[in-house]
């Protein structure tokens, strides 16, 4: 008998607002300096030690490229885009159907798959029942408006949840796994 090993986890890890923004309108993302404390990561860096590949979408990666940083540039990437684009390295602009890519991957060997966000891919993620787990930091902070992380769409998702930290600065961290579409 062969052993099969356990197959790749598709976990969303992503920080919102108390009442569910990921940014604001204009796609500020001040608020999340409320909780900045030195030294002090969220547990970010073992998470990101655990994946190997990053799903992301092409709005979240031009926002961080104009923030001055180049997006996991260590991993294999691969940005969700309607405009069809050459590799870039790691970089893998693709433009397919989401299940097409994550039945892709799950075929591969490898590490944990981290989905990035913004909300249109985690939204898309979640409407299609593609995630395994989601990781969300909620910010103590109430924007009151801006880009929501669920939406409107996803009714009737079924979370357990695993494991729920909180730490000084207030942030809270839910650690959930995803069961099924009720």
Same mark, same amino acid.
Do not use: C
């Given at each position: ?6 197959p790749? #986890? ?16 204009d796609?500020?993302?001040? =608020?999340?300096?409320? +909780?900045?404390?030195?030294g ?6 073992a =998470? ?7 799903? $992301?979408? /092409? /709005?979240?990666?031009e ?11 260590? #991993? @294999? ?15 893998? =602009?693709?433009?397919?159907? &989401?299940?097409? $890519?994550v039945?892709?991957?799950? @075929?591969? @060997?490898? #590490? ?8 249109? +891919? %985690?939204? %898309? =993620? !979640?409407?299609?029942? !593609? ?10 902070? $109430? &924007? ?10 996803? #009714? ?11 730490? @000084? ?7 959930? /796994?995803?069961?099924?579409? $009720?």
């Amino acid at each position: 008998m062969t052993h099969q090993p356990n197959p790749r #986890k598709f976990i969303l890890y992503i920080a919102m607002s108390l009442d569910g923004f990921i940014a604001t309108k204009d796609d500020d993302l001040t =608020f999340l300096n409320v +909780v900045e404390k030195e030294g002090e990561d969220y547990g970010y860096t073992a =998470f990101y030690e655990s994946v190997d590949t990053v799903i $992301l979408g /092409r /709005r979240t990666y031009e926002k961080v490229i104009s923030m001055g940083f180049k997006p996991h540039e260590d #991993k @294999e990437t691969w940005i969700i885009t309607q405009r069809p684009e050459p590799d870039k390295g790691r970089h893998h =602009f693709y433009t397919g159907n &989401l299940k097409g $890519l994550v039945h892709k991957l799950r @075929e591969e @060997e490898g #590490k944990y798959v981290f989905v990035d966000g913004g909300a249109y +891919v %985690a939204q %898309a =993620f !979640l409407n299609e029942n !593609l995630l395994d787990e989601i990781i969300v930091s909620i910010i103590p902070v $109430l &924007l009151g408006d801006g880009i929501s992380l669920f939406g409107n769409e996803n #009714k009737g998702l079924k979370l357990q949840l695993l494991e729920t930290k909180s730490f @000084e600065k207030g942030l809270v961290q839910l650690h959930y /796994r995803v069961d099924q579409k $009720l």
